[in-house]
């Protein structure tokens, strides 16, 4: 028994360490707060009070971890955006300024991401239009090796209270959108395509993307 227990013991130590020295700590790059003016977001049942102190800045990965998305190709129920390119979605530019921007049809929509190969996604961090204060509504993120989402389907965040999308309602808050955009954990789902979703904002009924960022260590 003291045997075992002291090989136990050595495991556990010998797998902290690694765990360490394979474990880094990954920054977010934050684009230049662009408010213009104090538009006051429509009421919404489960709208989050800004808390600077739950900004997430930075998070611990596994070494080798980037950001998956960055010039992936990008598909979206609205192949013709009104404004933009849907390759703004994923450039690696979170910036709010005009061109940097796209924008999706009224209604209901989502922009997909295709990663390339399955892979582990530790964070997804996005970024809608955040050059006023307002908030998007009926937003969910979901992740699958179905390029059609049909099957395999893992729900990362979703803030549609009343189900709207017909996909579940959710218990995640509404934010208000800022630089800092928001950080969503992926929770180590194997995935290799990541869908948003979103359905207007209190502004109005239009749907935006300035950027969105997969972290994880690339699949093969």
């Not at 969910?140 to 803030?159: A, H, M, P, R």
């Not at 869908?195 to 690339?218: D, F, I, K, Q, W």
Request: proline share 7%.
């Amino acid at each position: 028994m003291k045997h075992t227990t002291l090989a136990l013991a050595a495991i556990a130590a010998l797998s902290t360490s690694v765990s360490a020295q394979e474990m880094e700590e990954i920054k977010i790059e934050f684009p230049k707060p662009m408010f213009i003016g104090t538009p006051v977001p429509a009421k919404l049942p489960n709208l989050e009070q800004p808390d600077p102190s739950k900004i997430i800045k930075s998070f611990q990965a596994p070494k080798g971890t980037v950001n998956l998305a960055k010039d992936k190709e990008v598909t979206s129920s609205d192949p013709a955006p009104i404004i933009g390119e849907l390759t703004l979605v994923t450039d690696g530019d979170a910036d709010g300024s005009d061109g940097c921007f796209v924008e999706l049809a009224p209604g209901p929509q989502w922009v997909q991401i295709d990663l390339g190969a399955p892979t582990s996604i530790n964070k997804i961090a996005t970024w809608h239009y955040h050059k006023q204060a307002q908030a998007y509504v009926d937003v969910v993120i979901q992740v699958s090796d179905d390029k059609e989402f049909k099957t395999g389907v893992t729900t990362l965040f979703n803030s549609d209270h009343d189900d709207t999308l017909k996909m579940g309602a959710g218990a995640d808050p509404a934010y208000i959108e800022t630089n800092h955009g928001r950080v969503i954990d992926g929770k180590n789902t194997k995935a290799q395509y990541v869908r948003l979703y979103s359905n207007g904002n209190t502004s109005n009924e239009m749907n935006h993307y300035c950027e969105v960022a997969v972290y994880g260590v690339p699949g093969k």
